[in-house]
């Protein structure tokens, strides 16, 4: 069974840090594009950053320069390092992948969410 399992979030006053991770288990031969989205209470989920395999990335203007993706691809993870994080960043922040299954399977889904909390 493939999924997307989270980790890392947690609470961290303004200013600080915290990387979160994204592990692909099941059988898969690798991630093709992950990418990370955050939904803060009563707002839309909005596209954070973005990953391929061949290591391109994509950040949202709010966190271009604070927040960097990456992708280990032996170990089928990825992470999103965030630094200098302000209250505007708490939300539940999600993982969505495109994993390669076989030589024409693909698979597409989410993570289970984590939290982050930010405060003052």
């Known amino acids: 069974q493939v999924q997307l399992v989270e980790s890392g979030g947690g609470l961290v006053q303004a200013g600080g840090s915290l990387r979160l991770s994204c592990a692909a288990s099941?059988?898969?031969?690798?991630?093709?594009?992950m990418r990370w989205y955050r939904q803060a209470p009563g707002k839309h989920r909005e596209l954070v950053a973005t990953i391929t395999r061949s290591g391109t990335t994509d950040y949202a203007d709010s966190v271009q320069g604070r927040f960097t993706v990456s992708l280990d691809n032996a170990r089928n993870t990825a992470y999103l390092q965030m630094n200098s994080l302000k209250p505007e960043a708490t939300a539940v922040y999600y993982c969505?992948?495109?994993?390669?299954?076989?030589?024409?399977?693909?698979?597409?889904?989410w993570g289970q969410g984590t939290q982050v909390t930010v405060s003052a």
């Open positions: 099941g059988n898969i031969l690798s991630i093709n594009t």
């Open positions: 969505n992948a495109v994993l390669t299954l076989t030589s024409r399977l693909e698979w597409a889904g």
